[in-house]
Structures are given as C-alpha cells and as structure tokens.
C-alpha cells in the first residue's frame, strides 16, 4: 500500500463551513478547518466550489465515511456529520454533494470534476 494517496475534493460554496469542520475532525489538527477557502471554482452551470487536493494518507477514504469522533482540538460535530453525509466519491461536481476524485493527476481530477477556475472572487 502506497505511503500517500492524492485527493481532489471539490465543495459547493453553501457547504464550505461544515465541509470545513469535517476537515477538523479527520485532519491532522484544527487547522484543517481551513482546507476550503474561496469558492473560485465553478462548473458549467454555474454553481460555485472550493477545492482542495493533496496527499492524504491511503485509509482517508474509508475514515471519511466512517463513524466520526470528535478530536481533541474539539469541532461542531453536528456540522461534520452533515457534511459527511454529503461525500461522494467520482465526478461530476453537484451544488448538493461534496465530490472526491482519487488519483495523482490533478488535471485529470478536476477534469472528472468539471470545475474549471474563476480567479474573480463572487
């Protein structure tokens, strides 16, 4: 099993808070509740997203839709809860799920994805 795993997560604008604190709660301290910032990302339709992707470790997936506990840091468990229920795993982004493409390449992820960048902040 490989040491890393790339994940590309894209997450509609009105799910960002508690995206965030699911973060919070399956990241490695309370600074993953800034893993999605601004949505600049947005899909053919124009639903806006942030995204994020980088090395997780290989059992991400399967902790991500495990039962959650709350880390020391503390989290608003109510709000990761929702977000969990929300994930989903392969394209395309939808404005009511949060979406996760496995893989190494990025361009590929995002291309499943159909998010393309939108440098104007709304």
């Known amino acids: 099993m490989p040491d890393q795993i790339r994940i590309t997560i894209a997450c509609p604008a009105a799910l ?19 893993t999605y910032g601004a949505a600049i990302w947005q899909d053919a339709a124009g639903n806006r997203y942030a ?16 039962a959650l506990t709350a880390p020391e840091w503390g989290a608003d468990m109510t709000a990761a ?12 982004a939808a404005p009511d799920q949060i979406t996760a493409v496995i893989g190494e ?8 994805l159909g998010v393309t960048r939108d440098d104007v902040e709304p």
């Not at 995204?51 to 495990?66: D, K, L, R, Y």
């Not at 390449?105 to 499943?112: C, R, Y």
Request: proline share 9%; hydrophobic share 45%.
């Open 16 to 34: 960002i808070q508690d995206a965030n604190q699911l973060a919070r709660v399956i990241g490695y301290s309370e600074a993953d509740d800034q």
């Open 51 to 66: 995204v994020a992707s980088g090395p997780v470790s290989p059992v991400f997936p399967e902790a991500a839709v495990s």
């Open 81 to 92: 809860a929702r977000a969990q229920a929300l994930i989903r795993i392969g394209g395309p």
């Open 105 to 112: 390449d990025v361009p590929a992820a995002l291309a499943e």
